[in-house]
């Protein structure tokens, strides 16, 4: 769920490319279960805390910037001054993290985040929201958000009284909720390939098994890692937003590349009519394994890299994803 968390961010600030061209979002889709008590927004607000943190002290600084260029006369304003103005309001209507949103909403911060998304909670609202469970016929005409916004795909909408936007989509979704959120997203997405785009994750909990006289043993030093890593990110993301197309690329290394393609040669026969993966529900996600590698690999070398010494995702990183 961590990971989910850092590559709804990262998919901002970086992409990976095919082995063949073109190039792919590094945002990851996740849905998680697990009862309550079982510490999931605990879980998921450690790995924001320090893209909120980096986002409010960000927004601090250009707002007494703005606030300065304001008091300043129009008609003394420079040209320069007056692109600044409306790049500093952009900045403070944007948001990193969306806890609950329909569709629709989301769609319209699009104008201010260029084009990208971060929608992370640990309650089921988020889904029922943006799935359509907040519409009278608990339906959504409007999955195209999230459907595109796994690959980069291009979305262009029109909508009466609201902002609407044009360009590529790049997104994660990550919800850590109570039993049913794989049954949502399997129900919601009803033969549109959404639930094909993520990662379902449900685990035996450990309720019942705690012993809470024991501390756990924390790395420190990871956690500064991963700090440091989460500020530096916000801090470029709120202040100089690129759009997909100008975002740096990670390739993989020649033996990553074979280790996915062997990968793939082992499921392969299974897509099969017949085979252990040729149900609906699970012969889409088995024929797009590279994809989740890919995405999964490049997030752990980010993790890793955090020192920006190389571009090139390890044959470790590829290994781990796999």
């Not at 990208?116 to 519409?135: D, H, I, K, P, W």
């Not at 005409?141 to 999230?146: A, F, M, T």
């Amino acid at each position: 769920m961590g990971l989910g968390v850092f590559a709804s961010v990262a998919c901002r600030r970086w992409r990976v490319e095919y082995k063949h061209g073109g190039t792919l979002p590094i945002g990851l889709y996740v849905v998680a279960e697990q009862p309550s008590g079982a510490a999931k927004s605990r879980c998921l607000t450690i790995f924001q805390k320090p893209f909120y943190n980096a986002e409010k002290e960000t927004k601090k600084t250009v707002k007494a910037r703005l606030n300065e260029l304001q008091k300043t006369d129009k008609a003394e304003l420079t040209s320069e001054e007056m692109i600044e103005i409306d790049r500093l309001q952009s900045v403070i209507k944007s948001v990193l993290f969306t806890t609950n949103s329909t569709p629709e909403a989301l769609e319209q911060s699009l104008t201010h985040s260029a084009g990208y998304f971060s929608a992370v909670s640990s309650e089921q609202g988020l889904f029922n929201t943006m799935l359509g469970g907040c519409y009278s016929d608990g339906k959504s005409s409007n999955n195209d958000l999230l459907l595109n916004g796994f690959d980069g795909g291009y979305m262009s909408s029109k909508r009466v009284g609201r902002e609407s936007y044009a360009g590529a989509i790049v997104g994660g979704a990550v919800m850590f909720a109570q039993i049913g959120g794989i049954e949502t997203l399997l129900n919601a997405s009803n033969g549109t390939g959404l639930a094909e785009r993520f990662l379902l994750i449900a685990e035996k909990h450990n309720l019942g098994n705690r012993d809470h006289t024991q501390t756990a043993i924390i790395n420190h030093d990871l956690v500064e890692q991963y700090n440091a890593i989460g500020d530096s990110f916000a801090r470029s993301i709120l202040e100089d937003p690129a759009d997909l197309d100008n975002l740096p690329i990670l390739d993989i290394c020649p033996d990553g590349w074979q280790l996915i393609a062997e990968y793939r040669n082992a499921i392969e026969p299974h897509l099969a009519d017949g085979g252990r993966y040729s149900h609906i529900a699970l012969r889409g996600t088995a024929a797009k394994i590279d994809m989740q590698i890919m995405k999964l690999a490049a997030n752990l070398h980010l993790l890793d890299n955090y020192q920006g010494e190389t571009s090139t995702i390890a044959l470790r990183h590829v290994k781990s994803a796999i």
